[in-house]
């Protein structure tokens, strides 16, 4: 868009943004401001196409949220095109996977009609058609809410030695 770096293409009315093969804190700012560009004027959907992505830090999880969440304020939405399974764990073990619909190709993201239906979205957890998602892994064997579990890994349960005391 600004320096050529993310391309955006319409197609049937949809603007698609090309991320590129990395998402850090070094491109962020171009990519927000490309799809901010690509959404300007535009209700409905915008997508994300980061089929080339093979790494996404966590301000590019930042920058595509934020971007989700302008979408949703105008009366629309951001999806993913996420094909490569490294990428989308980081997405699922954040729970954003959750947050922005996503998809494994471009063709399911525009097929997408509805945000009731999931046609073509991949959330590996989701359940038969119809019913609650199912809570997995670690979060289902302990008996506790996805939030429970991602939020244990910053808790210090354990007693930590002091160092000092000894000195």
Not at 35 to 46: D, N, Q, S, W, Y
Not at 81 to 108: C, E, K, W
């Amino acid at each position: 868009m600004l320096d050529g770096r993310f391309p955006v293409e319409l197609v049937s009315g949809v603007p698609i943004v090309a991320a590129p093969e990395e998402i850090d804190i070094t491109n962020v700012p171009d990519l927000s401001a490309a799809l901010l560009a690509a959404a300007a004027g535009r209700p409905g959907a915008l997508v994300a196409d980061m089929t080339r992505t093979r790494f996404c830090d966590s301000s590019g999880l930042h920058a595509l949220l934020a971007a989700h969440k302008r979408a949703q304020a105008d009366g629309g939405e951001l999806r993913l095109v996420i094909p490569d399974t490294a990428v989308l764990r980081v997405f699922a073990i954040t729970g954003i996977d959750r947050m922005i619909p996503n998809f494994t190709s471009l063709h399911d993201a525009l097929a997408h009609t509805s945000p009731g239906r999931p046609d073509g979205r991949r959330r590996p957890d989701d359940g038969p058609e119809g019913s609650a998602a199912k809570t997995t892994g670690v979060a289902a064997q302990h008996d506790t809410s996805e939030w429970e579990s991602l939020t244990a890994f910053s808790r210090t349960d354990r007693a930590v030695p002091d160092y000092d005391a000894h000195a």
